[in-house]
């Protein structure tokens, strides 16, 4: 499976690390100078956690974010507070 949030959609991206030699103006020097770039990645911190989604209970990837703004409903510790659904007779 991806890393990918199934809530926010966060997901792996690129970016560079910069390489730079010289010294920095306000140290007294001449300013930096780039000599380098290489490609990175920026993972997204996803985390699996067990949770309600569409009223089943079921593991799923999500982000930390995702778990800070709430997005996530955790299920009940005990599987016993569970009733089981009654099928309601048709009339």
């Known amino acids: ?3 990918v949030c199934e809530f926010t959609g966060r997901k792996t991206t690129t970016g560079f690390t910069y390489t730079t ?4 103006k306000y140290l007294g020097g001449v300013g930096t100078k780039v000599t380098g770039k ?3 990645k920026f993972k997204a911190n996803i985390q699996t ?6 009223g089943t209970v079921r593991r799923v990837k999500v982000s ?3 778990l800070r703004m709430g997005l996530v409903v955790r299920p009940l510790k005990r ?4 009733k089981p659904q009654q099928a ?3 009339a």
């Open 1 to 3: 499976m991806p890393r």
């Open 21 to 24: 030699r010289g010294k920095a």
């Open 38 to 40: 290489t490609k990175r």
């Open 49 to 54: 956690v067990t949770a309600v989604v569409d």
């Open 64 to 66: 930390a974010k995702a």
């Open 79 to 82: 599987k016993f507070a569970y």
């Open 88 to 90: 309601t007779p048709a």
